[in-house]
């Protein structure tokens, strides 16, 4: 007996002839074009707009899932009314506000938040306008709202830092202001302080006071020697002339 040779076939149904050559051949028809076949047979019409997956069955209808936000689902009945705050009742929370001076400016920070201030703003108690960019390098040396007072949580703390090598001051320098159209006093202040005094369309010259001719990149770190206009003259576009030193050493 020979394995390579396929069983024999059964004649063609029908006739008492062979098979035919077509009808022995296999046609080997790919998987995707199998699938597309049987989706057009599934999905077929009627003509009446009901979709057959066989001979005259219809097919269930695809059923279609709503998903509701939280935002967009009403309230059930009750609930509404739970919501809304009680008769009478204050609809700000309050909180006592703690003695946040000496404390790291960090922790004074972090300890507001846990008593839920979040409204919260700092600022240099020397008034060289110095930015707190590292927090925990700063402390405070005084605050907005008096400590031990009952206040609305939405309410803003405002504190005032220097860096912790140094000493706080009797109370907080206030940066200069040209608010009234002259020329403010600028001796001892940052040169960041006056710059941010002036109008942002001011010629502004600084230069060094001592003969070293140093380059002045932090203004923040230098001090006001001496000004061109003088304290008091009147601010009409005049260009401003500066001369400074390093905070720290004496104005020649």
């Not at 705050?85 to 300890?111: C, E, I, N, R, W």
């Not at 006071?209 to 923040?220: F, G, H, K, N």
Request: glycine share 10%.
């Amino acid at each position: 007996m020979s394995y390579n040779q396929p069983p024999a076939q059964p004649p063609f149904a029908g006739s008492s002839a062979a098979r035919p050559r077509w009808a022995r051949k296999r046609v080997a028809i790919p998987a995707a074009l199998l699938v597309f076949f049987v989706g057009v047979g599934v999905g077929s019409s009627d003509g009446g707009g009901e979709q057959k997956t066989g001979a005259g069955s219809a097919a269930p209808r695809p059923t279609v899932t709503v998903t509701e936000t939280a935002d967009a689902k009403p309230a059930a009945a009750g609930e509404a009314e739970d919501a809304k705050p009680a008769s009478g009742g204050d609809p700000k929370a309050k909180a006592t506000v703690p003695d946040f001076v000496g404390m790291g400016l960090q922790s004074a920070q972090d300890k507001a938040q846990e008593l839920g201030f979040h409204a919260l703003d700092s600022h240099d108690a020397l008034g060289r306008d110095r930015m707190q960019v590292f927090d925990r390098n700063w402390k405070v040396c005084s605050q907005s709202a008096k400590a031990g007072t009952s206040a609305s949580t939405d309410t803003e703390l405002d504190f005032g830092a220097v860096k912790l090598e140094e000493d706080c001051p009797a109370e907080d320098q206030k940066p200069p202001t040209a608010k009234d159209g002259r020329m403010p006093d600028f001796k001892g202040k940052s040169v960041n302080a006056a710059r941010g005094a002036l109008d942002s369309g001011t010629s502004l010259t600084v230069e060094d006071a001592t003969p070293e001719d140093r380059w002045i990149l932090v203004e923040s770190n230098w001090q006001v020697c001496t000004q061109k206009p003088a304290a008091g003259v009147a601010l009409k576009g005049q260009p401003v002339t500066l001369t400074a030193v390093k905070f720290g050493e004496t104005c020649p």
